[in-house]
């Protein structure tokens, strides 16, 4: 493998704006699984949004966490009850996501409005989507505000979850082994309205290696 001598790159300082239509951050890191969250808060009043921002953190226990940029319903229920569920998107599920983006006064039910099922959750008093073909039920374990290198609070707090209880579709699984292509998850692409999927086509697969430098077995 060479490296190219010369690279025409584009350079922006993101504190002085990007000097393009669209800011390029999301677009590099993506595509990125979307944080389908439903929650609900002290009234019972449901809550289903979906969080670009979100991703796994620990295997054991296993731990999830998603941004929220300002403080919205999610975040408020989640900090009221302790208790969220992630749902998985899939392709057929994507307009209903897409409606749930809708930015709606907290007396609205978010599953009514697209349509979905509230199904009860295993562990946690908070419903998750009957429809999705993967969900986590997760109790909340830290709520973290992020600030700058300079020390100055953002208005964004990241929701860390423990994942307590885990629903999967078995036509989802093989032999034990999760298809995620099989899936069809939707991902969350850089433009301003820009999403992926994913199939077997574009798989490939890449085992560790092992302590003396080769190829280990899966």
């Given at each position: 493998?060479?490296?190219?001598?010369?690279?025409?790159?584009?350079?922006?300082?993101?504190?002085?704006?990007?000097?393009?239509?669209?800011?390029?951050?999301?677009?590099?890191?993506?595509?990125?699984?979307?944080?389908?969250?439903?929650?609900?808060?002290?009234?019972?009043?449901?809550?289903?949004?979906?969080?670009?921002?979100?991703?796994?953190?620990?295997?054991?226990?296993?731990?999830?966490?998603?941004?929220?940029?300002?403080?919205?319903?999610?975040?408020?229920?989640?900090?009221?009850?302790?208790?969220?569920?992630?749902?998985?998107?899939?392709?057929?599920?994507?307009?209903?996501?897409?409606?749930?983006?809708?930015?709606?006064?907290?007396?609205?039910?978010?599953?009514?409005?697209?349509?979905?099922?509230?199904?009860?959750?295993?562990?946690?008093?908070?419903p998750h989507v009957a429809e999705s073909q993967a969900?986590?039920?997760?109790?909340?374990?830290?709520?973290?505000?992020?600030?700058?290198?300079?020390?100055?609070?953002?208005?964004?707090?990241?929701?860390?979850?423990?994942?307590?209880?885990?629903?999967i579709d078995r036509g989802l699984l093989a032999e034990?082994?999760?298809?995620?292509?099989?899936?069809?998850?939707?991902?969350?692409?850089?433009?301003?309205?820009?999403?992926?999927?994913?199939?077997?086509?574009?798989?490939?697969?890449?085992?560790?290696?092992?302590?003396?430098?080769?190829?280990?077995?899966?």
């Amino acid at each position: 493998m060479t490296v190219q001598a010369e690279r025409d790159y584009y350079f922006y300082e993101p504190a002085s704006g990007t000097g393009l239509p669209h800011s390029p951050f999301n677009a590099i890191i993506a595509p990125r699984p979307i944080g389908w969250i439903s929650s609900r808060n002290v009234d019972g009043v449901l809550n289903l949004a979906p969080y670009s921002f979100f991703t796994a953190f620990h295997y054991t226990p296993p731990i999830i966490g998603f941004a929220s940029n300002g403080s919205k319903d999610t975040l408020a229920n989640v900090e009221a009850t302790g208790q969220f569920c992630w749902n998985l998107v899939t392709r057929e599920l994507a307009e209903a996501m897409n409606v749930t983006s809708a930015a709606a006064p907290p007396e609205v039910d978010e599953f009514a409005l697209a349509g979905l099922t509230p199904a009860p959750s295993r562990i946690i008093d908070t419903p998750h989507v009957a429809e999705s073909q993967a969900v986590f039920e997760c109790r909340a374990t830290q709520i973290v505000t992020l600030h700058t290198a300079t020390g100055t609070l953002t208005d964004t707090r990241v929701v860390f979850g423990e994942v307590v209880g885990v629903h999967i579709d078995r036509g989802l699984l093989a032999e034990g082994i999760y298809q995620t292509a099989l899936a069809d998850p939707v991902l969350r692409g850089g433009g301003p309205g820009t999403y992926f999927t994913l199939d077997e086509h574009h798989r490939f697969d890449m085992f560790r290696p092992g302590p003396d430098g080769r190829r280990s077995s899966p």
